[in-house]
């Protein structure tokens, strides 16, 4: 290969991507606009499946990220009957997920990436100053003249830092998630407290996130309900979201991935953990590649990852739809399926391992 790789974007992804590609025998470069490090201020908190710790152990960075195990997920909806518990040992691995920092997986690669020696451009915005058989965009909005496909929820997302709040009995490696009319409420487990993502209408979100701490709590019990007891919280942050996905990740002699290729809602939290599978396949395709550019290498990538892209996209706008309405009959029927995953064992293993391993768990 005559030149490098050339990923655009220096955060997790881009990160990711360069050192697997240097597992593959692939050289890279990354450039990014920001300076070296910024990445790790990222104050967001993941939800990482247990395929993407796999993931991240093949890479050489798990061991030196904090995180808290995700041991069971409890799926609830407000208004009726109906629920479902998802459990680690069930599926016969240490942990569902993971919930950690953003900022700490970054430091973690970062540091990674500093050993291998691997370079980064930082403070630089004009990839056209380097050659490169294949450029790839890891960091980004989807540029509005791509074939894109959107879908503006109207909600936004108020969320809590990490260890952001308390309870009065500990968490045992919970999570939860419960839908409701206004969208759903997550609990992370994450140290010894939870870390918070609740959904809302666009319209609320500045008024929710300036509550006083008592009067965002009291609306986060109300929403959450009474199983878990919630007693303290740190200062919020809102974020928009929304669907936007570009229905082609390739292109002539460049690839799109993380936020570059899709942005999904936070639901079920799949986002990190699909960019990772693609990476992970990217950099498998590429292994070995004379011409990493070559258009019929990038149609085989495209063509690989289409069904786990295309169902986890689908999954996830499907849950967000299905779920947040008060139309009688749908809460009904989400209430009789949630019933029907916690008494039917195959049906709950078959989500439990798609969360986990994307198409790959079918």
């Known amino acids: ?34 300076p070296r490090g910024a990445a790790k ?21 798990w061991k030196d990220i904090p995180h808290t195990p995700i041991t069971t997920i409890h799926v609830s909806h407000a208004g009726g009957l109906g629920r479902t518990l998802i459990r680690a040992e069930e599926e016969d691995v240490p942990a ?12 973690a690669l970062d540091a990674a990436l500093a050993r291998i020696g691997i370079e980064y451009f930082g ?39 990490a260890g952001a709040i308390s309870t009065i009995a500990p968490h045992r490696g919970v999570a939860w998630e419960r839908f409701t009319p206004a969208g759903p409420v997550a609990l992370l487990p994450c140290k010894d407290e939870y870390a918070v993502v609740l959904t809302c209408p666009a319209a609320d979100s500045e008024r929710i996130a300036a509550l006083d701490d008592a009067g965002f709590l009291d609306l986060l019990q109300q929403r959450f309900g009474s199983r878990v007891t919630l007693t303290r919280t740190s ?3 809102v974020y928009p979201l929304g669907l936007r996905v570009r229905r082609q990740p390739v292109g002539v002699r460049a690839v799109w991935i993380g936020n570059a290729a899709q942005t999904l809602h936070p639901v079920a939290g799949q986002g990190f953990n699909l960019a990772l599978r693609d990476i992970m396949d990217l950099a498998d395709t590429l292994t070995d590649a004379l011409d990493p550019g070559d258009s019929a290498l990038l149609t085989r990538y495209a063509a690989r990852r289409r069904l786990d892209r295309g169902s986890t996209i689908g999954f996830t ?46």
């Open 123 to 161: 403070n630089t915005s004009a990839p056209e100053h380097f050659d490169a058989l294949l450029t790839v965009h890891a960091e980004g909005r989807i540029e509005a003249d791509a074939d894109i496909r959107t879908h503006d929820y109207g909600q936004h997302a108020v969320i809590c830092m």
């Open 317 to 362: 706008d499907t849950l967000v739809r299905l779920f947040s309405n008060t139309i009688p009959p749908l809460l009904h029927a989400r209430g009789a399926g949630l019933l029907a995953l916690d008494l039917f064992p195959p049906a709950r293993s078959f989500l439990a391992r798609r969360m986990m391993f994307g198409a790959r768990g079918w």
């Open 235 to 237: 200062p919020r942050l």
């Open 41 to 61: 201020r990222d104050a967001r908190i993941l939800a990482l499946s247990h395929g993407s710790r796999l993931s991240l152990e093949m890479l050489g960075v």
């Open 96 to 107: 569902l997920g993971y919930v950690l920092a953003a900022g700490d997986l970054a430091a």
């Open 1 to 34: 290969m005559n030149e490098p790789v050339l990923i655009i974007g220096g955060g997790p992804a881009g990160m990711a991507l360069a050192l697997a590609l240097h597992r593959g025998g692939v050289a890279s470069r990354i450039v990014d606009a920001r």
